[in-house]
């Protein structure tokens, strides 16, 4: 079995905070983004990493897939937060993992699948 997955083509390291966004339906409280920051880094200049929200699909019980939604460019970006809120809660919950392509709003660094 070959296992996929996606990721930033350059050496990159999670941020350490996530920002979850929920659903809630009376009493129960459901995830369906996340939202958190990668660094990657820079060939030309080390001290000067690229900063990218990454906004990923939670999978859910019914449908267990979780993907990358969106990447979101933060470095000079001070609308990064709020465009990457938007994307996550317009487009995660309907998102084809495996179907859909994901949305890139400002210049991130390479991404993209990786087959094992």
Do not use: Y
């Amino acid at each position: 079995m070959t296992s996929v997955w996606e990721s930033f083509s350059g050496f990159n390291s999670s941020g350490a905070r996530i920002e979850w966004r929920i659903e809630t339906t009376g009493d129960k409280a459901v995830p369906f983004a996340a939202i958190h920051r990668r660094s990657i880094s820079n060939p030309d200049d080390e001290n000067k990493p690229t900063e990218v929200l990454l906004v990923a699909k939670v999978g859910q019980m019914d449908a267990r897939d979780g993907c990358t939604v969106g990447l979101v460019l933060a470095t000079g970006n001070p609308a990064a937060n709020d465009q990457a809120r938007k994307l996550a809660d317009d487009k995660a919950r309907t998102f084809a993992c495996g179907k859909d392509r994901h949305t890139v709003i400002g210049n991130v660094p390479a991404f993209g699948r990786v087959d094992n």
